[in-house]
């Protein structure tokens, strides 16, 4: 079973919403720090968002603040990326990813231990 499971993605028209979940198995909510990073053709890997597992602390890339909210659910162990106002820039694979970080250094892709294979995002202008 694969410890990281995004689902979610697909096609939305500009300033349109989508709200992406990654499943986790396996591992702690509390003991692991998640996030969301996506990549556009051609381009590097760039973290998106983070939520902290000790104590929930939320981080974000200047891109996207005010447009999408990052949330989990312990119970149903789940961490969502609620995507709103989206644009044809946000279109990517996006990817959820565990590890360990400093607040810092959340958006480095060498912290985090294990990845989801990926959902598309495309967003239409």
């Known amino acids: 079973q694969l410890p990281l499971v995004e689902s979610g993605g697909g096609l939305v028209q500009y300033e349109g919403s989508l709200r992406l979940s990654c499943r986790v198995s396996?591992?702690?909510?509390?003991?692991?720090?998640i996030a969301w990073f996506r990549q556009a053709p051609g381009k590097e890997r760039e973290g998106v968002s983070c939520?902290?597992?000790?104590?929930?602390?939320?981080y974000y890339a200047d891109s996207v603040k005010g447009r999408f909210t990052i949330s989990r659910d312990n119970v149903a162990k789940t961490v969502a990326l609620q995507m709103n106002g989206l644009k044809p820039e946000d279109t990517g694979v996006y990817y959820c990813?565990?590890?360990?970080?400093?607040?810092?250094?959340?958006?480095?892709?060498?912290?985090?231990?294990?990845w989801g294979q990926g959902t598309q995002v495309t967003v239409s202008s």
């Open positions: 990813a565990a590890g360990y970080v400093s607040p810092g250094r959340w958006s480095l892709i060498s912290p985090y231990m294990y």
């Open positions: 939520i902290l597992g000790r104590n929930g602390n939320r």
């Open positions: 396996g591992l702690s909510l509390a003991d692991y720090d």
